[in-house]
């Protein structure tokens, strides 16, 4: 994949109770951390992923309230951020 080249999609967005997270392209290794940060920049959940099904695994996010966050994924040889709003 290129730097620019995302390999994880978040739908939907906006998001009300899960996010789903698709693996659109490449290789993953090993397990892929994931840090919700709110706007002011305060970690509000972290947690692993499990493991993809089908392309596809989720994210409970029910327990949010209504704002805007980043979405940040971990793994090894791997980053990636994302912007989600929850309604």
């Known amino acids: 994949t290129t730097v620019n080249e995302k390999i994880l999609k978040l739908v939907p967005n906006p998001v009300q109770n899960h996010i789903i997270v ?3 392209s490449g290789t993953i290794e090993g397990e892929i951390e994931y840090k919700i ?5 305060k970690l509000v959940k972290q947690g692993y992923l ?3 099904n089908n392309g596809e695994t989720r994210i409970d996010v029910s327990g949010l309230p209504t704002s805007s966050y980043f979405v940040t994924f971990i793994g090894k040889d791997f ?5 989600i709003l929850k309604k």
């Open 50 to 52: 499990k493991k993809f």
């Open 79 to 83: 980053f990636e951020s994302h912007f």
């Open 22 to 24: 698709k693996h659109l």
């Open 37 to 41: 940060i709110d706007r002011s920049f």
